[in-house]
């Protein structure tokens, strides 16, 4: 660890070999930017003069993944720690908009750094040698700006996925781009649809989660535009409600900003409303309404997820939330014991944290239903607290009392579920003796004899 600059002691360790073989190497990127903001680095990247042969020379009996040779960049596990050391080098021609063709490995730290993306990121740092900066990096991180390296235009048409990763490290830093590195962004955005939709979606996730998400929301949907084409019809669509002071996209931006930063949160705020201009309508009092546009934005969540190959479980707790934005949701227990049981309790939190949300992004005489929402959190805490009955299996009877019965087949779920039904709405306790009891008193009223299959 250098004075003054924590460090991770294994890259300062490979720092300290690779300089005893007569090479350069410093940590570089991130894990440098990092430092500087106070924060912790996730990882660390190195980046020396040594060709990979060299390094692969210099870690000898370590364990050795060739990640990218022929981009000069070789794993090291060192001490179950894995490094990423890459050659300085200067890049080809980008063909595909996202990858060099080829590389030139060099002996320059300046010119592997003029190759980097933006300047709070092309800064490296080693023990003894200090800080190299080459572009302002540092002054660009004590203004808060995102500035590429060198020519904008240039770095975006090399590889299109920068322009997402501008605004997305202005949204987990709260910087802003730079004016030329901002235009450069816009006039770049089509090649966005040549990257893969896998890293799209990293980059949206990791957007969507950090705290200035809702200003970038606003500030690009050209860009948004590309990778989110079902956003666009949302842009300017007026609400002509008077619940609404915001067209459907800022209502969308502002909602994000106010459910908390889990993704799937924020994909379910980003999504919710996907479908209100295809269900517009003018009612007779004047007021725009969107019958429907639940399901139809649903739908559109769905699409867009599949298309960017999101993990399924993730895709399906985000269509659902989106499915049912809107169900009522109230502080009588009743209902509330009602949607835990169609919910579950996660489900249950997840949609009313994005009713907060949406309702903060509402008029501002809207805005008050948040304290309605906080009575209805503090009711179902404190019903399930009391540990309710909410499934089959929280019953007091089984399916072996209720074949007893007489019960069997289809109907001994069937059974069952009407019993559920009927605790959840507190027209019975959930007592065996009352439930078999009801169970009775059903098949009294009904001509089937007992030991007949029974079903409902």
Same mark, same amino acid.
């Given at each position: 660890?250098?004075?003054?600059?924590?460090?991770?002691?294994?890259?300062?360790?490979?720092?300290?070999?690779?300089?005893?073989?007569?090479? !350069?190497?410093?940590?570089?990127?991130?894990?440098?930017?990092?430092?500087?903001?106070?924060?912790?680095?996730?990882?660390?990247?190195?980046?020396?003069?040594?060709?990979?042969?060299?390094?692969?020379?210099?870690?000898?009996?370590?364990?050795?993944?060739?990640?990218?040779?022929?981009?000069?960049?070789?794993?090291?596990?060192?001490?179950?720690?894995?490094?990423?050391?890459?050659?300085?080098?200067?890049?080809?021609?980008?063909?595909?908009?996202?990858?060099?063709?080829?590389?030139? *490995?060099?002996?320059?730290?300046?010119?592997?750094?003029?190759?980097?993306?933006?300047?709070?990121?092309?800064?490296?740092?080693?023990?003894?040698?200090?800080?190299?900066? *080459? *572009?302002?990096?540092?002054?660009?991180?004590?203004?808060?700006?995102?500035?590429?390296?060198?020519?904008?235009?240039?770095? *975006?048409?090399?590889?299109?996925?920068?322009?997402?990763?501008?605004?997305?490290?202005?949204?987990?830093?709260?910087?802003?781009?730079?004016?030329?590195?901002?235009?450069?962004?816009?006039?770049?955005?089509?090649?966005?649809?040549?990257?893969?939709?896998?890293?799209?979606?990293?980059?949206?996730?990791?957007?969507?989660?950090?705290?200035?998400?809702?200003?970038?929301?606003?500030?690009?949907?050209?860009?948004?535009?590309?990778?989110?084409?079902?956003?666009?019809?949302?842009?300017?669509?007026?609400?002509?409600?008077?619940?609404?002071?915001?067209?459907?996209?800022?209502?969308?931006?502002?909602?994000?900003?106010?459910?908390?930063? !889990?993704?799937?949160?924020?994909?379910?705020?980003?999504?919710?409303?996907?479908?209100?201009?295809?269900?517009?309508?003018?009612?007779?009092?004047?007021?725009?309404?969107?019958?429907?546009?639940?399901?139809?934005?649903?739908?559109?969540?769905?699409?867009?997820?599949?298309?960017?190959?999101?993990?399924?479980?993730?895709?399906?707790?985000?269509?659902?939330?989106?499915?049912?934005?809107?169900?009522?949701?109230?502080?009588?227990?009743?209902?509330?014991?009602?949607?835990?049981?169609?919910?579950?309790?996660?489900?249950?939190?997840?949609?009313?944290?994005?009713?907060?949300?949406?309702?903060?992004?509402?008029?501002?005489?809207?805005?008050?239903?948040?304290?309605?929402?906080?009575?209805?959190?503090?009711?179902?805490?404190?019903?399930?607290?009391?540990?309710?009955?909410?499934?089959?299996?929280?019953?007091?009877?089984?399916?072996?009392?209720?074949?007893?019965?007489?019960?069997?087949?289809?109907?001994?779920?069937?059974?069952?579920?009407?019993?559920?039904?009927?605790?959840?709405? !507190?027209?019975?306790?959930?007592?065996?003796?009352?439930?078999?009891?009801?169970?009775?008193?059903?098949?009294?009223?009904?001509?089937?004899?007992?030991?007949?299959?029974?079903?409902?």
């Amino acid at each position: 660890m250098s004075k003054g600059f924590p460090m991770l002691p294994q890259a300062a360790q490979a720092i300290e070999r690779l300089r005893a073989a007569g090479h !350069e190497a410093w940590i570089v990127g991130g894990c440098v930017r990092d430092v500087l903001l106070g924060r912790t680095p996730t990882d660390y990247d190195l980046t020396t003069s040594a060709l990979p042969e060299e390094t692969e020379a210099v870690f000898a009996g370590e364990r050795l993944i060739e990640t990218g040779l022929q981009h000069g960049t070789v794993t090291v596990q060192l001490e179950g720690v894995p490094l990423e050391i890459t050659t300085y080098r200067v890049d080809g021609g980008y063909t595909d908009a996202r990858h060099p063709d080829g590389v030139t *490995f060099t002996r320059s730290l300046r010119e592997d750094a003029a190759r980097r993306d933006f300047t709070i990121n092309a800064m490296a740092y080693a023990p003894g040698e200090g800080l190299q900066d *080459f *572009f302002g990096g540092q002054a660009d991180l004590s203004a808060g700006v995102i500035r590429a390296v060198g020519e904008a235009d240039r770095r *975006f048409q090399e590889d299109a996925l920068r322009i997402l990763r501008a605004i997305r490290f202005a949204s987990v830093l709260g910087f802003e781009l730079d004016p030329e590195t901002d235009a450069a962004a816009r006039r770049n955005a089509p090649l966005l649809q040549k990257i893969s939709v896998e890293r799209v979606f990293v980059e949206l996730s990791k957007l969507l989660c950090g705290p200035g998400a809702g200003k970038i929301l606003r500030a690009y949907p050209d860009i948004l535009g590309v990778v989110l084409p079902e956003l666009t019809p949302t842009v300017g669509f007026a609400q002509h409600n008077i619940h609404h002071c915001y067209d459907v996209y800022t209502h969308t931006a502002v909602a994000v900003d106010h459910v908390p930063p !889990e993704v799937t949160l924020r994909l379910a705020a980003l999504f919710h409303d996907l479908g209100k201009p295809a269900t517009f309508s003018m009612g007779e009092d004047g007021q725009g309404h969107f019958y429907g546009h639940p399901k139809v934005s649903a739908a559109l969540a769905e699409q867009i997820l599949l298309r960017l190959r999101a993990p399924k479980r993730l895709r399906e707790e985000v269509v659902r939330l989106v499915e049912v934005h809107d169900w009522p949701l109230s502080s009588e227990p009743r209902l509330i014991r009602r949607r835990l049981q169609q919910l579950g309790e996660e489900g249950f939190f997840a949609l009313l944290a994005l009713q907060k949300g949406d309702a903060a992004a509402c008029s501002l005489s809207d805005c008050t239903r948040e304290d309605g929402r906080n009575a209805v959190e503090t009711a179902a805490r404190a019903i399930l607290a009391a540990r309710p009955c909410l499934s089959v299996g929280d019953l007091a009877v089984n399916g072996r009392d209720v074949m007893a019965m007489g019960y069997c087949g289809p109907g001994v779920g069937a059974a069952l579920r009407l019993l559920l039904e009927r605790v959840i709405a !507190e027209e019975i306790p959930n007592e065996k003796t009352a439930l078999l009891q009801s169970l009775e008193e059903k098949d009294a009223k009904k001509p089937e004899k007992k030991g007949k299959k029974v079903s409902f």
